[in-house]
């Protein structure tokens, strides 16, 4: 079992950028698929991007592709969500989620959610 708590979200200009974080319990973390998703009022649930347990391989949705860089620090227990050029388009909760798959590239494939964290970004 994995708990999940994001922290960083927080009211940001355009073009800015900001870094997510996601800290896990449980001492499986270091062979999960870390990913994050968001959520915008009155849209469904988006993936963003995923990590593979090592670091190793990443995945982007195109629509934060090139902006956005996910990365994981297994010593402690720790994902990361580095955002840059933001768009108004970005705001949206950010949801941290864990995999038992080596990757996880589609939110059907995630077993574990954090509560989210809002990122707001003014134009």
């Known amino acids: 079992h994995v708990q999940l708590v994001e922290s960083g979200g927080v009211l940001v200009q355009a073009g800015g950028s900001l870094r997510l974080s996601c800290t896990a319990s449980?001492?499986?973390?270091?062979?999960?698929?870390m990913g994050w998703s968001r959520q915008a009022p009155g849209k469904e649930r988006e993936f963003v991007a995923a990590i593979n347990w090592s670091g190793g391989a990443t995945y982007y949705a195109d629509s934060v592709k090139g902006r956005f860089t996910i990365s994981r620090d297994n010593a402690k227990n720790t994902v990361f969500l580095q955002m840059n050029s933001l768009k108004p388009e970005d705001t949206a909760v950010y949801y941290c989620?864990?995999?038992?798959?080596?990757?996880?590239?589609?939110?059907?494939?995630?077993?574990?959610w954090g509560q989210g964290t809002q990122v707001t970004v003014s134009s």
């Open positions: 449980g001492r499986t973390f270091s062979r999960c698929g």
């Open positions: 989620a864990a995999t038992s798959a080596p990757i996880g590239t589609s939110i059907p494939q995630y077993n574990y």
